[in-house]
């Protein structure tokens, strides 16, 4: 089913096999079809991908589905016209679902191919990335395209392993240059280090009648249209100056990483004034939603976590 292909794919970038299970099964029932997943809404799509992360993927897909007319694209060209859609995923699905002679380049696949055949070119490059990509389909095989794709990305993630790889049981261990040198761990060429950029949050968790406050962000910029706590970056005087509202005790720091910030985040028990100002017309769409009610939301894994940190309402609001 290219349907199901696509859809694991795009999940299953940057994302592992474990985790993505349980976010594949409950997204093809929802939308099990790619009807289904062009007509649904754009918050049900979010809704079921909050916590995988990457939203840009879940906005792509509903929109590639939209794009779609007729049967379902079976050539390669004809997949990365869709939104989202790049050069592996348009190779996995050509090739997993339609037997095309289409070759697919991923983390696991440049592990492998480096180490056999002693690439060093760094696979980041440009110039590295066409050397991949060039030998990925010299090694293409005329039948059983897919599963031949399928078995090289399996012998990277569970053979040919970045750290002490289990060459003694790889079925290429014969041919791998690598290990007759004696060094596959040196290859691919070693991946520089990130730099992270500390920073530090504040976000208010103001509780009515039971029930938490969430804004939806605006439709530009990172982590659009999810909802989140009201939030700010820098201190609780920060938080107070933005949104306005009373401080009424620190909660328990979380700490996330996203892409290349780590971020330490406090909460604050928070109360609105009693009096809205006339500013606040106009401003953000607002939710009040109970713990519960938390789980069908199409939130951030940052926001999640404050909330699992906080470990529901039985200790911090009423202490």
């Known amino acids: 089913d290219p349907y199901a292909i696509w859809i694991s794919e795009i999940m299953l970038q940057q994302t592992t096999v474990e985790a993505v299970i349980p976010y594949y099964e409950r997204f093809l029932k929802r939308f099990p079809t790619v009807k289904a997943l062009a007509e649904g809404p754009e918050e049900d799509v979010l809704k079921l991908w909050s916590g995988l992360g990457y939203y840009s993927r879940a906005r792509n897909l509903h929109k590639a589905a939209g794009m779609m007319t007729g049967d379902f694209p079976d050539t390669v060209d004809a997949l ?14 050509a090739s997993i679902a339609f037997g095309r002679r289409a070759p697919i380049v991923d983390g696991n696949v440049i592990r ?38 399928q078995a090289l990305m399996e012998l990277g993630a569970t ?12 079925p290429l261990s014969e041919d791998c240059r690598a290990r007759r040198e004696g060094r596959p761990e040196d290859f691919p060429m070693p991946k520089k280090k990130t730099e992270y950029r500390d920073v530090r949050m504040s976000a208010a968790v103001v509780e009515e009648k039971g029930r938490i406050l969430f804004l939806k962000r605006p439709a530009t910029g990172l982590l659009k249209g999810l909802w989140e706590l009201p939030m700010v ?8 100056k933005r949104w306005r509202v009373s401080v009424l005790k620190p909660l328990p720091t979380v700490r996330h990483s996203v892409l290349n910030r780590r971020l330490t985040i406090s909460p604050f028990l928070c109360a609105l004034p009693k009096k809205p100002r006339k500013t606040d017309a106009g401003g953000p769409e607002r939710r009040w939603l109970t713990i519960s009610d938390t789980a069908e939301l199409a939130t951030s894994s940052m926001n999640r976590k404050i909330l699992k940190h906080l470990g529901g309402r039985a200790n911090w609001l009423s202490e």
């Not at 191919?113 to 990925?136: H, T, Y």
């Not at 053979?159 to 790889?170: F, G, Q, Y």
Request: glycine share 8%; proline share 6%.
């Open 80 to 93: 990365m016209v869709l939104s989202g859609i790049g050069r592996y995923t348009a190779g996995a699905i």
């Open 112 to 149: 492998v191919l480096s180490r056999l055949f002693l690439i060093s070119e760094d696979p980041k490059s440009s110039a590295g990335q066409k050397v991949f990509w060039r030998k990925a389909e010299e090694i293409l095989p005329h039948e059983h395209l897919g599963d031949f794709n």
């Open 159 to 170: 053979v040919c392993s970045p750290e002490n790889p289990a060459c003694l049981i790889c």
């Open 233 to 240: 970056e820098g201190d609780v005087s920060e938080l107070v």
